[in-house]
T-cell receptor, first 112, second 115 residues
Framework: DAKTTQPTSMDCAEGRAANLPCNHSTISGNEYVYWYRQIHSQGPQYIIHGLKNNETNEMASLIITEDRKSSTLILPHATLRDTAVYYCIVRLLNSGYSTLTFGKGTMLLVSP | EAGVAQSPRYKIIEKRQSVAFWCNPISGHATLYWYQQILGQGPKLLIQFQNNGVVDDSQLPKDRFSAERLKGVDSTLKIQPAKLEDSAVYLC?????????????FGSGTRLTVV
């Protein structure tokens, strides 16, 4: 699996956009970028995934650079409830019996 | 749709004691996973079941950890005897299709403290 690099922590003011970067310079052509987040005392929760085009859903937007070596998860209007650890994971769309492997992620703190 | 249920929510035991955790996955999800999450780290896979068969238990410390999934539904993870370093959150997850990365649903976990 391609290795990912994320900042350890980030801060964001409530109501502002939170932009969480992820570097994945060894990503292969058929690997997707996935984002999960883990709110305190809960299990990880799927947010979004993409291959090469930008993606948007009700939770967030995912911007992947043209060379696919990095991506940014955007929470357009961060709220206090978005305070969580955000994990960037690079995997094949369907990895057979292979499972999710988590790094340490980015701790996002949204403050009033 | 009901989520992944886990119990107990918290457990405190002394070292060398035994403990068991229970997981009820989302109905119809064939694949079930147990993860261990030590404070400050991401979750680490312990074991993966496909229906009631083990697919991957390569990171399960088999001298003290055991898991079963009877009838392909509920699952139990046991530690016997527990060590101090087993203090962690134990997360259960399930997915409809094995390996579909976007399809994992996690429970809230069991926080184990070994003293």
């Amino acid at each position: 699996d391609a290795k990912t690099t994320q900042p350890t922590s980030m801060d964001c003011a409530e109501g502002r956009a939170a932009n969480l970067p992820c570097n994945h310079s060894t990503i292969s052509g058929n690997e997707y970028v996935y984002w999960y987040r883990q709110i305190h005392s809960q299990g990880p929760q799927y947010i979004i995934h993409g291959l090469k085009n930008n993606e948007t859903n009700e939770m967030a937007s995912l911007i992947i650079t043209e060379d696919r070596k990095s991506s940014t998860l955007i929470l357009p209007h961060a709220t206090l409830r978005d305070t969580a650890v955000y994990y960037c994971i690079v995997r094949l769309l369907n990895s057979g019996y292979s499972t999710l492997t988590f790094g340490k992620g980015t701790m996002l703190l949204v403050s009033p | 749709e009901a989520g992944v249920a886990q119990s107990p929510r918290y457990k405190i035991i002394e070292k060398r004691q035994s403990v068991a955790f229970w997981c009820n996955p989302i109905s119809g999800h064939a694949t079930l996973y147990w993860y261990q999450q030590i404070l400050g780290q991401g979750p680490k896979l312990l074991i993966q079941f496909q229906n009631n068969g083990v697919v991957d238990d390569s990171q399960l410390p088999k001298d003290r950890f055991s898991a079963e999934r009877l009838k392909g539904v509920d699952s139990t993870l046991k530690i016997q005897p527990a060590k101090l370093e087993d203090s962690a959150v134990y997360l259960c997850a399930s997915s409809l299709v094995s390996g579909l990365v976007a399809g994992y649903t996690f429970g809230s976990g069991t926080r184990l403290t070994v003293v």
